[in-house]
């Protein structure tokens, strides 16, 4: 290490929180993203984007289960992210098409227009875990969106 890296312990590629199903639970996820960011030096666009992926996953979470938020950031090889957000809801993420006068029902088409990629995974007590990814390289190949 330099002089000046001494003692400066680089941010773990992993980062976790959960809060409580309230209305504030998507504000306070997007803060907590955009610092974990910060702290892994993404590109200013790529944070930008996972901060709003990110708010579409939680207020899904909010609005199609109960009980607690859990988050999870993943900084993945080359400068990427990988979120996590588990709900115990019963459905599963589908990319709708609302009508235009229509205030709800564009997250999910959001998240699949812009993520690399996207899927969910059943957990094993009910409920499942939506994820997504982005990269730096703007790479919009999906390796198998809606999973």
Do not use: C, I
């Amino acid at each position: 290490m330099s002089g000046s890296d001494a003692g400066a312990a680089a941010p773990p590629p992993v980062a976790e929180n959960r809060w409580t199903a309230v209305p504030t639970a998507a504000s306070q996820a997007r803060h907590f993203l955009r610092d974990q960011a910060r702290g892994w030096q993404l590109p200013a666009e790529l944070t930008e984007v996972a901060v709003l992926l990110t708010s579409e996953l939680v207020t899904n979470s909010l609005t199609h289960g109960e009980g607690t938020v859990n988050l999870r950031a993943y900084r993945l090889a080359g400068g990427g992210v990988r979120v996590e957000v588990d709900d115990d809801g019963p459905g599963v993420p589908r990319v709708r098409r609302p009508d235009p006068d229509n205030e709800h029902g564009r997250g999910m088409a959001l998240v699949d227009m812009l993520a690399a990629g996207w899927g969910w995974t059943p957990l094993p007590g009910g409920g499942k875990t939506v994820w997504f990814e982005l990269r730096p390289d703007g790479d919009g190949q999906r390796p198998g969106s809606a999973g």
